[in-house]
T-cell receptor, first 114, second 111 residues
Framework: DTAVSQTPKYLVTQMGNDKSIKCEQNLGHDTMYWYKQDSKKFLKIMFSYNNKELIINETVPNRFSPKSPDKAHLNLHINSLELGDSAVYFC?????????????FGQGTRLTVV | SQKIEQNSEALNIQEGKTATLTCNYTNYSPAYLQWYRQDPGRGPVFLLLIRENEKEKRKERLKVTFDTTLKQSLFHITASQPADSATYLCALGGGADGLTFGKGTHLIIQP
């Protein structure tokens, strides 16, 4: 019974395409996140979403947009994919934002743009 | 801007010894500091959280210290085992945007 699940696990697509990654958590948490881990393994936050409040990392291109149909889901939409978008994307959730509680991560989605 | 530094190179430790990993930070005053473990192809897994008013936290063979004056956390694994081999990530929290991660230290426990 996976706590944070994301699909797909692997995604290979061509430049210019639009794609989505889905994330669901069954922990009842209030806050969900998207992180990007690049080839150097640096894990960088992209979005934080808490009770319909979206906090965006200012370095994230506006081609990336999170969408939350309900508290248990936070999907990531990417438009006009570029080669530099290739990375592993992790969804996570925590009971609260603010970093004062543990975060639970999904298994990651490896995105390869060709 | 905030900066978190961890030993970015691999740390080789002999089985049975204590592994000590370092996390230093600048331009930040975190209220919380967390440590995570990440195995290849998996997401990070939470290990320990320590608050700014705590000096030390223990969990089984793990110990974390937090020195807000030095702006440093030390993560210790005692009686290390090959199964402890992984990348260990330090993360700072307390802002509205959740956790900020360091680049991690790749720990190798040699039998």
């Amino acid at each position: 019974d996976t706590a944070v699940s994301q699909t797909p696990k692997y995604l290979v697509t061509q430049m210019g395409n639009d794609k989505s990654i889905k994330c669901e958590q069954n922990l009842g948490h209030d806050t969900m996140y998207w992180y990007k881990q690049d080839s150097k393994k640096f894990l960088k936050i992209m979005f934080s979403y808490n009770n319909k409040e979206l906090i965006i990392n200012e370095t994230v291109p506006n081609r990336f947009s999170p969408k939350s149909p309900d508290k248990a889901h936070l999907n990531l939409h990417i438009n006009s994919l570029e080669l530099g978008d290739s990375a592993v994307y992790f969804c996570a959730s925590s009971p609260q934002g603010m970093g004062n509680t543990e975060a639970f991560f999904g298994q990651g989605t490896r995105l390869t743009v060709v | 801007s905030q900066k978190i530094e961890q030993n970015s190179e691999a740390l080789n430790i002999q089985e049975g010894k204590t592994a000590t990993l370092t996390c230093n930070y600048t331009n930040y005053s975190p209220a919380y500091l967390q440590w995570y473990r990440q195995d290849p192809g998996r997401g990070p897994v939470f290990l320990l959280l320590i608050r700014e008013n705590e000096k030390e936290k223990r969990k089984e063979r793990l110990k974390v210290t937090f020195d807000t004056t030095l702006k440093q956390s030390l993560f210790h694994i005692t009686a290390s085992q090959p199964a402890d081999s992984a990348t260990y990530l330090c993360a700072l929290g307390g802002g509205a945007d959740g956790l900020t991660f360091g680049k991690g230290t790749h720990l190798i426990i040699q039998p």
